[in-house]
């Protein structure tokens, strides 16, 4: 059994490690609006994910499923439960950036999308002004 929980302010390192390691930006974890989750059994850590909040939108981001654990279903996992989140807090879109991992999100319902198409204040983070190359593809999802 794992269980997936959020990450308490302060108690992040183990996240920030896993993300270096996997070379995802990890220069704004601590800014206002985000919040961090990770999947964890018995053996330790399997993956952690976060969301940025931007009123109806939000951005999935840092989704990294820790070396030794992959290929077991953990990151489908860590999005579902994800998104189980941001669906109770109200969101209606959640928006991504990746560089190598968009046939994953794909075949989990996201679609590709112009980035130009991306409401401001999403299109305003971090992750698309400076931290995600502007080469990285842009997927939607829609939960209306």
Known sequence: MSDFERIPAGEDDPLRRALERAGLPTDDLEAPGRAFFRLAD???PIGYVGLEQAGEDALLRSLVVVHGRRASGHG?????????VARSDGTMRLHLLTTDAAPFFRRLGYRDAPRAEAP??????AQFTS???SSATYLIKDFA
């Not at 489908?76 to 189980?84: I, M, N, Q």
């Not at 401001?120 to 983070?125: L, W």
């Open 131 to 133: 931290l995600c190359p």
């Open 42 to 44: 018995g053996l330790g």
């Open 76 to 84: 489908a996992r860590l999005v579902a439960e994800v998104e189980r």
């Open 120 to 125: 401001p204040a999403i299109a305003a983070t």
